[in-house]
């Protein structure tokens, strides 16, 4: 392509390798989640545009011109360029916000010594249990957390380097709800077509979904809902966003091409154990969930979090009763492989968020706490 002009249109996902483009200007395009590799740009010129999960490998960018671009998880340096994170709590999310990494997202290692990185200081019982983080269309780390056991709101934090964070919020999300007992295990998705995220957790309504009210200790029966915003400053009202038809917690979200998937735990202690993890299919992210599907791994495992790998997608999780970690493996969602055996994390690693980050983000921290090279 050379001297041609592209101006106003959304270029999602192709994966342009090796060829040169010479004098393209692209004016006011939105270029989401684009793979480039080996890619040579002369003379190339970005205006007012917005790039979202950009990859550039091996890229050689000569006579570039930026005007008005947004960039969120870009990076320009090789082959090498990104590497896996893990956010998770030990124990009881006393101590906060720990971190790990990992090369191929099998073996993972502990940062800053296995201690925490932040301490939990939203709610009334400050824990800081169920760390999630996602990178948001802004550029910086954006990270919600269970608060408490029994408590209507979740902890809310962001950053630019993981390792400085801002003032601690806490979001009452579900304080309009007089019966609500409790706001568990709050994910982040950015909905990049809309521009904004969507907050997501399981909480319990007494006498809301009477079908399923006796299948837990306690009469814990959960089902998940959302809100969205764009600032975390103002937020939409509460609404549902899955029932299942079974009490469930844990829910995350990841997009594959056009669509969906749900993967979420079902939380069924009676009649019959179930406590295992299931997926689901929607076009949308709030709404539109279908049927959930029969479960996808043994029980006693919670705490669901998603990453593809080399084509395939793993999903980790927590085998809370033998206080280890565990994953399975897929290419097409429907038949999965326990590949437990294969990954290693950091000792007393508790349900967490896996997410990656460029490796001058990892190369920083590193620097900050004083830990030696890879």
């Known amino acids: 392509m050379t001297g041609s002009e592209l101006s ?40 007012a545009h917005k790039l979202t999960g950009l990859k550039l490998t091996g890229l050689i960018v000569v006579v570039l011109a930026l005007g008005g671009l947004a960039l969120a ?3 320009c340096s090789g082959s090498g360029d990104e590497v896996y994170m893990f956010s998770f709590f030990r124990g009881n999310g006393e101590d906060g916000l720990h971190l790990a990494w990992s090369e191929d997202g099998y073996r993972w290692e502990a940062l800053n010594g296995n201690r925490s990185f932040l301490k939990p200081e939203a709610g009334r019982d400050r824990l800081m249990r169920d760390p999630c983080i996602i990178r948001g269309g802004d550029g910086l780390f954006h990270m919600v957390w269970t608060v408490s056991w029994e408590e209507k709101g979740i902890g809310y934090a962001r950053s630019a380097d993981l390792v400085n964070w801002s003032g601690q919020k806490y979001i009452p ?12 295990a709050p994910e982040l998705f950015f909905d990049e077509e809309r521009d ?5 957790w399981s909480t319990t309504i ?23 915003t764009k600032d975390f400053e103002s937020f939409s009202e509460t609404r549902l966003l899955y029932d299942p038809g079974f009490n469930c917690i844990d829910a995350v979200i990841a997009r594959d091409d056009g669509s969906y998937f749900m993967v979420l735990k079902d939380e069924t202690l009676f009649p019959e154990v179930c406590k295992d993890l299931h997926i689901a299919f929607s076009k949308s992210p709030t709404e539109g969930w279908g049927k959930a599907s029969g479960p996808i791994t043994g029980h006693w495992v919670e705490g669901p979090t998603i990453m593809r790998i080399d084509g395939k997608w793993i999903v980790y999780f927590d085998r809370y009763r033998e206080k280890k970690m565990g994953a399975i493996t897929s290419g097409d969602l429907e ?10 994390f950091p ?3 508790r349900h967490g968020t896996a997410f ?12 900050i706490t004083s830990e030696s090279p890879y």
Do not use: Q
């Open 8 to 47: 106003g249109p959304e270029l999602t996902g192709p994966e342009p390798t090796g060829p040169g483009l010479t004098g393209l200007n692209l004016t006011g395009s939105k270029l989401n989640a684009y793979k480039l590799t080996g890619l040579k740009l002369t003379g190339f010129k970005l205006n």
């Open 206 to 228: 007494p006498g809301r979904f009477p079908e399923t009210d006796s299948t837990e200790k306690r009469d814990w029966n959960h089902r998940i809902y959302y809100v969205t």
């Open 356 to 367: 990656r980050v460029n490796r001058e983000v990892l190369d920083n921290i590193r620097k």
């Open 73 to 75: 998880t870009m990076s």
């Open 173 to 184: 999300v579900m304080e309009h709800e007089l019966e609500a007992r409790n706001c568990w």
């Open 196 to 200: 904004r995220y969507i907050i997501y």
């Open 335 to 344: 038949n999965w492989t326990d590949i437990s055996d294969s990954i290693s």
């Open 347 to 349: 000792p007393g690693t």
